[in-house]
C-alpha cells in the first residue's frame, strides 16, 4: 500500500498523507455510524462539547466554537473496528511502525460548518506518553477536507525534537506555535493522515459551509510501553498486525 520512500518519508518529516486507502462505500458507512453515535448520544448526559479551552481566541469566539468529540467509536459501531484493522491500515502499519502493532485507542472529531472550533498546536505525547514513541495517529478523512474547512495541519520533521512541555499538559504557546507554522494537509474522503505522537500538529477553525468529520485512530507497537499509567481506555491492546511478544509479560498470569 505505500511505498519505501512514503515509509521513509514518515521517518524524515514525522507524517504521511496516504490516498484512497478507504472506499466510498467504508465511508459511507462510518459517516451512517458517526450519525447514529451523535444521535444516540443528545439523548444521554453523553453529549458534550469537546472544543478546546484557552486563550487563543477571546472567550467570547470560543463560546461559539463547538467540537463533537467521542472515544473508542469502536465500541460503539462494527464499521470503526473494521477500519481501525482494515487490510490497507495493516498494510501501511506495519511499514510504518513495525510487524506488531497494537491500537491504543480511537475516537471521533466533528468540526460543524461556519462555528467548527480550532485544535490549537500540540503533541499527543503528554497525554500518553511512552518508553520507545512508536505511538502513531491516523486520521481518517470522511470528508474532503482543506484550510476552509481546518484541516490538519503538521509541523515537519518537529518529532524529532522530542517531547517539549505543553500548557497544562494540553497544547503549546499559540504565540510561539500558531497554527499557522504548520503544513497544511488538505485531503479527500478516505484518505489517511498519519503522524507520530511527537510531531506538532493542529487544525484551523471550520470556516466553511461544509461539515468536517475525522476519525482517528491511536498505534503503537506492543513493546512500546507506557511510561505514565495515564489514557487508558476499552479496547486498549488489541493486535492489529502481527502479535503481541510481551503479553505475559505485561498482562501478568491472567
Ligand atoms: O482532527 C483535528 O483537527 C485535530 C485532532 C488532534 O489534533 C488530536 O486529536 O490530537
Known amino acids: 500500500m505505500i511505498t519505501k520512500e512514503q515509509a521513509e518519508f514518515y521517518r524524515e518529516n514525522g507524517y504521511l498523507l496516504v490516498k484512497g486507502v478507504f472506499n466510498t462505500e467504508e465511508i459511507e458507512m462510518m459517516r451512517g455510524a458517526m450519525e447514529g453515535i451523535i444521535e444516540r448520544a443528545a439523548k444521554t448526559t453523553l453529549d458534550h462539547n469537546a472544543a478546546w479551552q484557552g486563550d487563543y481566541l477571546p472567550q467570547e469566539d470560543m463560546k461559539k466554537l463547538v467540537l463533537k468529540g467521542f472515544h473508542d467509536v469502536h465500541y460503539h459501531d462494527a464499521s470503526f473496528t473494521r477500519a481501525l484493522s482494515?487490510?490497507?491500515?495493516?498494510?501501511?502499519?506495519?511499514?510504518?511502525?513495525?510487524?506488531?502493532?497494537?491500537?491504543?485507542?480511537?475516537?471521533?472529531?466533528?468540526?460543524?460548518?461556519?462555528?467548527?472550533?480550532?485544535?490549537?498546536?500540540?503533541?499527543?505525547?503528554?497525554?500518553?506518553?511512552?518508553?520507545?514513541?512508536?505511538?502513531?495517529?491516523?486520521?481518517?478523512?470522511?470528508?474532503?477536507?482543506?484550510?476552509?474547512?481546518?484541516?490538519?495541519?503538521?509541523?515537519?520533521?518537529?518529532?524529532?525534537?522530542g517531547?517539549?512541555?505543553?500548557?497544562?499538559?494540553?497544547?503549546?504557546?499559540?504565540?510561539?506555535?500558531?497554527?499557522?507554522?504548520?503544513?497544511?494537509?488538505?485531503?479527500?474522503?478516505?484518505?489517511?493522515?498519519?503522524?507520530?505522537?511527537?510531531?506538532?500538529?493542529?487544525?484551523?477553525?471550520?470556516?466553511s459551509d461544509r461539515i468536517r468529520r475525522n476519525v482517528l485512530f491511536q498505534y503503537r507497537d506492543p513493546e512500546d510501553l507506557p511510561s505514565e499509567d495515564t489514557h487508558v481506555n476499552w479496547g486498549q491492546g488489541l493486535m492489529v498486525c502481527g502479535e503481541n511478544p510481551i503479553f505475559k509479560a505485561y498482562k501478568g498470569a491472567h
Do not use: W
Open 86 to 161: 482494515h487490510p490497507n491500515m495493516a498494510a501501511i502499519l506495519s511499514k510504518l511502525i513495525g510487524p506488531n502493532v497494537q491500537l491504543h485507542h480511537s475516537k471521533m472529531l466533528v468540526k460543524p460548518p461556519e462555528n467548527g472550533a480550532a485544535f490549537p498546536m500540540h503533541q499527543d505525547a503528554p497525554y500518553f506518553p511512552h518508553e520507545k514513541h512508536t505511538m502513531m495517529a491516523a486520521s481518517v478523512h470522511l470528508d474532503d477536507t482543506d484550510e476552509l474547512n481546518g484541516c490538519l495541519s503538521v509541523i515537519p520533521a518537529s518529532h524529532k525534537a
Open 163 to 207: 517531547p517539549i512541555a505543553h500548557i497544562g499538559q494540553h497544547y503549546l504557546n499559540h504565540k510561539e506555535y500558531p497554527i499557522s507554522m504548520g503544513t497544511p494537509c488538505p485531503a479527500k474522503a478516505g484518505d489517511v493522515l498519519f503522524f507520530n505522537y511527537l510531531t506538532i500538529h493542529g487544525s484551523g477553525p471550520n470556516r
